[in-house]
């Protein structure tokens, strides 16, 4: 049996707890009687770092400075274009990047990584060259081949 002048002893935190056990606040939570997620995986120190990353739907990247961070898009900027429909979008990309890398290069920060500005002109060439070559809904139909020329006697005959 529970001494009752225990309760003079408590703290306010114990005491919280206490009610919320007599009201029965803890009763029926939801994962009840199942085990702690990882209780038998292997010690990581980092192990906070990943459930973040993981809860938010973040990659491993954007822990890198951001030097590294540019100079990994810039080498994937081949693929990240060729995925893009109109050569505006291209522009557009490639005039994004390059307001990073300059916004990056006036207060460079982290390792020396070789970056500078992409060439929106030659990121259009290559865009083009990489696409497939195929007839654009714009582009007007061929003109058929011109026919050879009614002979004039034919002429005459119609107009009777």
Do not use: C
């Not at 994962?31 to 038998?40: D, V």
């Not at 557009?92 to 916004?103: M, Q």
């Not at 081949?145 to 107009?159: D, H, I, M, T, Y």
């Amino acid at each position: 049996m529970v001494d009752p002048g225990a309760h003079r002893h408590e703290s306010v935190v114990d005491k919280q707890i206490r009610l919320a056990q007599e009201r029965g606040d803890f009763d029926n939570l939801p994962g009840k009687g199942k085990p702690l997620a990882g209780i038998g995986d292997p010690h990581d120190e980092l192990w906070w770092v990943k459930d973040y990353l993981r809860r938010e739907g973040l990659t491993s990247e954007m822990l890198l400075p951001p030097s590294i961070q540019l100079r990994k898009e810039l080498d994937r900027l081949p693929e990240t274009l060729r995925a893009l429909p109109s050569e505006k979008e291209v522009r557009d990309a490639v005039a994004e990047l390059n307001l990073r890398i300059v916004e990056f290069l006036r207060a460079p920060s982290g390792p020396r990584v070789r970056i500078g500005r992409v060439n929106a002109d030659d990121a259009v060439r290559q865009w083009h060259a990489g696409r497939p070559v195929r007839a654009r809904p714009d582009d007007p139909v061929a003109p058929a081949p011109p026919s050879r020329p009614e002979p004039w006697w034919r002429r005459l005959l119609r107009r009777r």
